[in-house]
């Protein structure tokens, strides 16, 4: 079975922390996205990469870097979390094919910033 | 800009109800459409629509797509509690690799 794991489910932190947050498949796709979802926006994409160590800007990457070291592994990172960053954050691969653009999504880590 | 957008944002029916989810889009380079289903985590695919006119179906749920008329629907017969989520309409829009999502439509089943 396809799986995406994001390494946590719920995380608390404080302003100004530098957060992590780790996104693994197990597909071998070359895509992977990362989303925030908050109610009444819906999810917007913050970065993706198409392949190890490119990375593109989605619609909303203020405040936000990633880093893909390795195919399986993309990770986002919150250089100085702030209050507004309290969201759901989803990871998602895909296998880019040109007539498939189904996404696997992890489960999603639920971001608290105090 | 590419848009998706969903309606209703939230619906709230009983047990046993047949529903119809919306979804319109403005897309450049329309390729296709697709729907997932979100309970308490992950999304998870419903149906991939390409072409007009040619309905999906999958147990209860079906979905069809109206090219002409930039939309498509969802539809659930028989609502069961267990279909209680929110369900996401999306399509990769002129960046080949994006899907553009819509806000979503929350729907509550009571029984």
């Known amino acids: 079975d396809v799986k995406v794991t994001q390494s946590s489910r719920y995380l608390v932190k404080r302003t100004g922390e530098k957060v992590f947050l780790e996104c693994v498949q197990d597909m071998d796709h070359e895509n992977m996205f990362w989303y925030r979802q908050d109610p009444g926006l819906g999810l917007r994409l913050i970065y993706f990469s198409y392949d190890v160590k490119m990375k593109e800007k989605g619609d909303i990457p203020e405040g936000y870097s990633v880093s893909r070291e390795k195919k399986e592994r993309f990770s986002l990172i919150l250089e100085s979390a702030s209050t507004n960053q309290t969201s759901m954050y989803l990871c998602a691969s895909s296998q880019w094919s040109g007539t498939n653009e189904k996404l696997f999504f992890g489960s999603g880590t639920q971001l608290s910033v105090l | 800009e590419d848009k998706v957008v969903q309606s209703p944002l939230s619906l709230v029916v009983h047990e046993g109800d047949t529903v119809t989810l919306n979804c319109s889009y403005e897309?450049?380079?329309?390729?296709?459409l697709l729907w997932y289903k979100q309970e308490k985590k992950a999304p998870t695919f419903l149906f991939m629509l390409?072409?007009?006119?040619i309905e999906k179906k999958s147990g209860r749920l079906s979905s069809i797509l109206d090219k002409k008329e930039l939309f498509s629907i969802l539809n659930i017969t028989a609502t069961q509690t267990g279909d209680s989520a929110i369900y996401l309409c999306a399509s990769p829009g002129a960046g080949s690799y994006q899907l553009t999502f819509g806000k979503g439509t929350k729907l509550s089943v009571i029984p």
């Open positions: 897309v450049t380079n329309f390729r296709s």
């Open positions: 390409t072409s007009s006119g």
